[in-house]
T-cell receptor
Framework: DQQVKQNSPSLSVQEGRISILNCDYT??????FLWYKKYPAEGPTFLIS?????DKNEDGRFTVFLNKSAKHLSLHIVPSQPGDSAVYFC???????????FGQGTELSVKP | DVKVTQSSRYLVKRTGEKVFLECVQD?????MFWYRQDPGLGLRLIYF???????EKGDIPEGYSVSREKKERFSLILESASTNQTSMYLC??????????????FGSGTQLSVL
């Protein structure tokens, strides 16, 4: 039972354009959401997060949007850069300390 | 910077062997986690620990055990390795305070192949 789903295994965008990565969840108890970024041969690194009391959080080129009624969140990267090419994991948590539930990941490729 | 170190980058073992994966963190984090990453399945939690000598099962604990004798070290043990345990294993740590607990710091991973 996949509680956090990333239905697009891959995404390709042109440098300078917007990248939109999507994530859906099923458990309405989740109250905190995170995005991690993973380069090959490295562990995932924290990118940005959002609490369920908000619907948007912005950090530089990265913005996460949360739609609780649709149980959907998205990560926007504007403008996209070749160095953003990586696998992006969506994760969720519900007041259980650090236990995170991850999605399957989306591989983003930003072409020059 | 937080550093989470996994002892091996690549490991090849035979079916039935007992396998130890070691993880050490240097930031005095209370929480430690073991995940495995498989294509199409993302990261799945195997075991975690919120304190020394304490452990809790994650979503896929079957065939694994863990040991946390010291705060900085969290070991994953495959009691009798099987081919379906071929995977990338990722260790992570975090602080115990709730807002920080959710921000995990990961090691670089150990790619285990069981033949």
């Amino acid at each position: 039972d996949q509680q956090v789903k990333q239905n697009s295994p891959s995404l390709s965008v042109q440098e300078g354009r917007i990248s939109i990565l999507n994530c859906d969840y099923t458990n309405s108890m989740f109250d905190y959401f995170l995005w991690y970024k993973k380069y090959p041969a490295e562990g995932p690194t924290f990118l940005i997060s959002i609490s369920s009391i908000k619907d948007k959080n912005e950090d530089g080129r990265f913005t996460v949007f949360l739609n609780k009624s649709a149980k959907h969140l998205s990560l926007h990267i504007v403008p996209s850069q070749p160095g953003d090419s990586a696998v992006y994991f969506c994760a969720a948590n519900y007041n259980q300390g650090g236990k995170l539930i991850f999605g399957q990941g989306t591989e983003l490729s930003v072409k020059p | 910077d937080v550093k989470v170190t996994q002892s091996s980058r690549y490991l090849v073992k035979r079916t039935g062997e007992k396998v130890f994966l070691e993880c050490v963190q240097d930031m005095d984090h209370e929480n430690m986690f073991w995940y495995r990453q498989d294509p199409g399945l993302g990261l799945r939690l195997i075991y975690f620990s919120y304190d020394v000598k304490m452990k809790e099962k994650g979503d896929i604990p079957e065939g694994y055990s863990v040991s946390r004798e010291k705060k900085e070290r969290f070991s994953l043990i495959l009691e009798s390795a099987s081919t379906n345990q071929t995977s990338m294993y990722l260790c992570a740590s975090s602080l115990s305070r709730l807002r920080q607990a959710r921000k995990l710091f990961f090691g670089s991973g150990t790619q285990l192949s069981v033949l």
